[in-house]
């Protein structure tokens, strides 16, 4: 069957490290998305790609970068991790724009 | 002001009642909407998707969206325990989808 999975689920990092956060489909879709959860503000968009080599900023970008080098993965890295960056990394796929989203099951990330 | 509103809660009924959760929008640019239920420590799934104003019905669910007031909502009748989650409202434009803050709703048996 076709999923989503991201990795690692759960990791601790120290301020200023940069830090990678891996999400892989095999749904074979073409949109991509980031997002970050936090408590009283929801789901909130940081990057998304239409496509390979295409990559966008969304709502909450800034200390944030993506890259898509193929259809499966959509890599997230936090250049240098900041404490109010903690909070829980989704990452999410759909066929088109207008379609159904298919979330990751999260990573949990804490930085002291 | 959020593009996408969302009460809250935390929202707590008996198994059996029926519940409303509620979500208002600004941008007119949104065509289409969704309700994602999301488990504790678990990503959001969809549980409904719907595009124009009205009602839409799937089993003990019905998703109602009144574009001229700007309103959605997901009414869940025979509530049960395992109904027991956050519920997200998403409005979407042609070019990305907005979330509201989600409503924690838990069932008690």
């Known amino acids: 069957d076709a999923e989503i999975t991201q990795s690692p689920r759960h990791k601790i990092t120290e301020t200023g490290r940069q830090v990678t956060l891996a999400c892989h489909q095999t749904?074979?879709?073409?949109?991509m998305f980031w997002y970050r959860q936090d408590l009283g503000h929801g789901l909130r968009l940081i990057h998304y790609s239409y496509g390979v080599h295409d990559t966008n900023k969304g709502e909450v970008s800034d200390g944030y970068s993506v890259s898509r080098s193929n259809t499966e993965d959509l890599p997230l890295t936090l250049e240098s991790a900041a404490s109010s960056q903690t909070s829980v990394y989704f990452c999410?796929?759909?066929?088109?724009?207008?379609?159904?989203?298919?979330f990751g099951p999260g990573t949990r990330l804490t930085v002291l | 002001q959020k593009e996408v509103e969302q009460d809250p809660g935390p929202l707590s009924v008996p198994e059996g009642a029926i519940v409303s959760l509620n979500c208002t929008y600004s941008?007119?640019?949104?065509?289409?909407f969704m309700w994602y239920r999301q488990y504790s420590r678990k990503g959001p799934e969809l549980l409904m998707y719907t595009y124009s104003s009205g009602n839409k019905e799937d089993g003990r669910f019905t998703a109602q969206v009144d574009k001229s007031s700007k309103y959605i909502s997901l009414f869940i009748r025979d509530s049960q325990p395992s109904d027991s989650a956050t519920y997200l409202c998403?409005?979407?434009?042609?070019?990305?989808?907005?979330f509201g803050s989600g409503t924690q709703l838990t069932v008690l048996p």
């Open positions: 941008n007119s640019a949104f065509q289409y």
């Open positions: 749904w074979n879709h073409n949109n």
């Open positions: 999410a796929s759909s066929r088109a724009i207008t379609d159904t989203q298919y």
């Open positions: 998403a409005a979407g434009s042609a070019r990305q989808l907005t």
